[in-house]
T-cell receptor
Framework: GAVVSQHPSRVICKSGTSVKIECRSL??????MFWYRQFPKQSLMLMAT?????????EQGVEKDKFLINHASLTLSTLTVTSAHPEDSSFYIC?????????FGPGTRLTVT | AQSVAQPEDQVNVAEGNPLTVKCTYS??????LFWYVQYPNRGLQFLLK??????LVKGSYGFEAEFNKSQTSFHLKKPSALVSDSALYFC?????????????FGQGTELSVKP
């Protein structure tokens, strides 16, 4: 089956620093990937749609200068949280399209101290 | 606006009993509907989907869901619950209406199955 990985699985950073999260499709190519954010025991909130070779499409209310998305290859999308603050602490999940299905990564737990 | 609602934050069931996790939707047109399961600190796993055709959809791990257009519902069911079914369940609608479109999720329902 199609597998999506995320790295790192957990990251702790200091307030004001930037953190990069990678989302990889391991055995397929994905022209479209999605980034979600999830608070404890809450639903997934779509942040942006990542399109290979073009700019990401951000959902309303998501700051594109704060959450930088790069989809430079057909197997990798990255989310960079710039100038992180404690309120950015969350569980970030990516998904990738393959044969009209969405496959989800295992998530990245970000803690900003 | 397109939306998905899961009216129950938590469902408690005894092992061996049938379970139902409710989902209703509010979308225009004919929706594509999905159920996903999430275990603690993990990503989402696909359970089943409704695109078109038979209203009763069978999915992974013995789960099934019934699409009811008149009631705009897509409840998840299983005839006999297992303790290992305890997890967080999400109903979702794909929008635009294609299988590769972005997903709009319900709030999630925490299922607890006790021995």
């Amino acid at each position: 089956g199609a597998v999506v990985s995320q790295h790192p699985s957990r990251v702790i950073c200091k307030s004001g620093t930037s953190v990069k999260i990678e989302c990889r499709s391991l055995d397929f190519q994905a022209t479209t990937m999605f980034w979600y954010r999830q608070f404890p025991k809450q639903s997934l909130m779509l942040m942006a749609t990542s399109n290979e070779g073009s700019k990401a499409t951000y959902e309303q209310g998501v700051e594109k200068d704060k959450f930088l998305i790069n989809h430079a290859s057909l197997t990798l999308s990255t989310l960079t949280v710039t100038s992180a603050h404690p309120e950015d602490s969350s569980f970030y999940i990516c998904s990738a399209n393959h044969q009209d299905e969405q496959y989800f990564g295992p998530g990245t737990r970000l803690t900003v101290t | 606006a397109q939306s998905v609602a899961q009216p129950e934050d938590q469902v408690n069931v005894a092992e061996g009993n049938p379970l139902t996790v409710k989902c209703t939707y509010s979308v225009s047109g004919n929706p594509y509907l999905f159920w996903y399961v999430q275990y603690p600190n993990r990503g989402l796993q696909f359970l089943l989907k409704y695109i078109t055709g038979d209203n009763l959809v069978k999915g992974s791990y013995g789960f099934e869901a019934e699409f009811n257009k008149s009631q705009t519902s897509f409840h998840l069911k299983k005839p006999s619950a297992l303790v290992s079914d305890s997890a967080l369940y999400f109903c979702a609608v794909s929008y635009p209406y294609n299988q590769g479109g972005k997903l709009i999720f319900g709030q999630g329902t925490e299922l607890s199955v006790k021995p």
